[in-house]
């Protein structure tokens, strides 16, 4: 396979790279801000979460889809959260800035859900108000199942259990906002009229 040679292919490279970095660090360097935060789950789900859509996305279109023409600024999009995420904890801004978690889950979901919802607009056939209730709700269950991952990795057994009830529903609805607005910014570009964004299928980053 030749490699591509566009910005939004060497973004998801870089992006993954820095935060397998970062996870190693947190997982095996012993420092103190990444204590109690499942960073040894985090080094074995991360990456495969970063590469699953990439991976699903290139199997399903090989025959027909060249490497360099793939939705690499999507891809790139949908890893940039855990980059956000793992840099977050190890400059210690989840303990040191008190509105950091909030203002993750909120724009880490507009990241993510902007990436998923270019995919869906790809293969979108239905009017464009169905495709944002579409990336929104899809935006709403991961943050739940966000949560739920949280709770099993590292909140049940850590020293963060008082007010995890009310932590875990602003998040879910922080997370469900930020899909709204990715949704939203998807939405208008796929209105009828309206160009294709650059960037998206890769084809259009030198």
């Known amino acids: ?76 999009l949908i890893m940039a959260p855990f980059l956000v995420d793992v840099s977050g904890n190890t400059v210690d801004l989840y303990d040191s800035v008190d509105w950091w978690d909030n203002a993750n889950h909120f724009f880490n979901w507009m990241l993510l859900l902007w990436g998923c919802g270019l995919l869906l607009r790809l293969v979108w056939t239905g009017p464009a108000w169905g495709l944002i209730l579409t990336i929104t709700g899809l935006g709403a269950i991961l943050a739940v199942g966000w949560e739920l991952g949280e709770w099993y990795t590292f909140i049940r057994r850590g020293t963060e259990l008082d007010g995890a009830y009310e932590d875990t529903l602003s998040d879910e609805l922080l997370g469900t906002l930020g899909a709204l607005v990715a949704a939203l910014i998807v939405g208008r570009a796929a209105s009828p009229g309206r160009p294709d964004e650059p960037g998206v299928t890769g084809s259009g980053g030198g």
């Open 1 to 76: 396979m030749q490699i591509p040679r566009t910005r939004g292919f060497y973004a998801a490279v870089v992006i993954f790279a820095l935060t397998l970095i970062q996870l190693a660090v947190g997982a095996f360097a012993g420092l103190d801000q990444f204590e109690g935060k499942g960073f040894g789950y985090r080094l074995l789900a991360y990456p495969l979460l970063m590469l699953i859509v990439p991976a699903v996305w290139w199997w399903r279109t090989r025959e027909r889809t060249p490497a360099a023409q793939l939705p690499w600024g999507a891809f790139a």
